[in-house]
């Protein structure tokens, strides 16, 4: 993408998109007459450093450690509310007020996202931070936190628990520290990441706010040791398979459904696919069939696919085409009773995710990794699919962080978050969100 020249209106302390060093150096100038005479003696550390020392952020940064109680309430309360994939409404409401008492002025879009906006000296453009609100368990799963020693379990709690939890941090802490950002800066809690949610959430805001957009920054479960800037390509298909459908004993011999299917699945489940550039796929659901003695008239297949390269993923999903074919083609020849019925398939996408890059040369990324220097946190750069894959394929700085402390057993009844390391997590988080939206001048009121 091409990297977009900003200025400062007149007056206010320019924090531009160019490069860390004018980042840095800008964040270190509100107590410094002029650029020229500061930029040069400036040390590698001091320029990471600068923006965690000005006293209005180091204020934010020090208010997390006496926030961590009502943080780890929050992300339990939160966690307890079901949000599935096209359900969130319940948590979304809760979030709503939650920011709106962090002093932002909130409001829901038409799909669910919720986004409390946060006026910077100029609203010409945003940046934009975000935690998805869905979770990939179903409505009537039971969500209760329980706790053993330092750790938490439920399902959720750090995917996307810790997330939620760390965006109303985030806006708590600059709410408490009256910080005015230079652009505005919206914290949005958005439905769909998950699964068939497709990322509908995320391409909502990016479809409202694209053109003032200067970066996103996606809060996604617990972790700091990685950063993902590099969007995972994936596509989800769906196979539907249907028959006459009879009974087991007087109609066997027509085409089965199922049948079908598992021999489609068996070659599809054959096919090789290269480690470099890593490829995978996976059967994750397969439905049908009435009762144990009925030929069936309808079988589904779910299948996920996932690339480094897209057209890896493309040779996969021709394979399955390729397949499904042939396993209809199967039973239909197996069939001694093939005469009284065809099988008739489809084959849709469900879901599909694009692929992208941050940039190396990045704002985005030098704040981030300023803000590891600050917070003295080592990260590798991660390819995964998250929101980021969004704004990462139109050409926007986008990158996924974990909000701090660590998790495991995402999307699993196991899932547990241990908070140790939480503050760390949440001043990266902020530091880098401060770099990227500028300090105004003035707190604000
Ligand atoms: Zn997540």
């Known amino acids: 993408m091409a990297l977009v020249r900003h200025s400062g209106t007149a007056g206010a302390v320019e924090l531009s998109f160019g490069t860390v060093k004018r980042i840095a150096v800008c964040a270190i100038l509100f107590a410094m007459p002029t650029r020229s005479s500061v930029a040069p003696t400036l040390s590698k550390s001091s320029r990471a450093d600068s923006l965690a020392e000005e006293p209005r952020v180091r204020e934010a940064m020090d208010s997390f450690k006496k926030n961590l109680g009502w943080i780890a309430e929050q992300q339990a309360r939160l966690t307890e509310i079901p949000a599935p994939s096209f359900h969130e409404e319940k948590r979304a409401e809760a979030v709503k007020s939650l920011l709106a008492s962090e002093g932002l002025s909130v409001h829901q879009d038409q799909i669910g996202n919720v986004i409390g906006e946060l006026r910077g000296a100029t609203d010409k453009e945003v940046v934009l931070i975000a935690a998805h609100l869905d979770t990939v368990f179903p409505a009537d799963t039971e969500i209760r936190v329980k706790r053993e020693g330092e750790r938490v379990f439920a399902p959720g709690i750090s995917d996307n628990g810790t997330g939620l939890a760390g965006l109303l941090a985030l806006a708590r802490a600059i709410h408490e520290a009256r910080i005015k950002p230079q652009r505005t800066i919206l914290f949005a809690a958005n439905v769909g990441e998950e699964g068939e949610g497709n990322l509908r959430g995320m391409r909502a805001l990016i479809d409202s706010y694209r053109v003032k957009l200067r970066a996103v920054i996606v809060l996604d479960g ?36 199922i049948n079908a299917l598992v021999r489609g699945s068996v070659r599809f489940i054959n096919t090789k696919v290269p480690a470099a550039p890593r490829t995978t796929f996976n059967i994750g659901q397969i439905e049908g069939g009435t009762s144990v003695n009925s030929i069936p008239y309808e079988a589904k297949l779910k299948v996920d696919l996932r690339s480094e390269n897209e057209d890896e993923i493309v040779r996969m999903e021709n394979a399955l085409r390729e397949c499904m074919a042939a396993g209809v083609r199967d039973e239909m020849d197996n069939s001694r009773e093939r005469g009284r019925g065809k099988l008739e398939w489809t084959m849709q996408v469900i879901g599909s995710r694009p692929g992208g890059e941050l940039p190396a040369d990045s704002a985005l990324l030098a704040a981030l990794r ?20 969004i704004p990462l394929s139109m050409g926007i700085d986008a990158i996924a962080l974990g909000a701090g402390g660590s998790g495991g057993g995402a999307h699993s009844l196991q899932e547990w978050y241990e908070p140790a390391g939480r503050e760390v997590g949440l001043k990266r988080a902020l530091l880098t969100l401060l770099a990227v939206a500028g300090l105004a001048p003035e707190r604000s009121k």
């Open 222 to 257: 617990s972790s700091i040791d990685h950063v993902t800037t590099k969007a995972l390509a994936s596509r989800r298909l769906e196979v539907v398979i249907t028959g006459p459908g009879g009974h087991s004993w007087s109609d066997f011999g027509i085409p089965n459904p």
């Open 370 to 389: 300023a803000a590891d220097e600050a917070v003295g946190n080592k990260s590798r750069l991660e390819r995964s699919s998250t929101d980021a894959n």
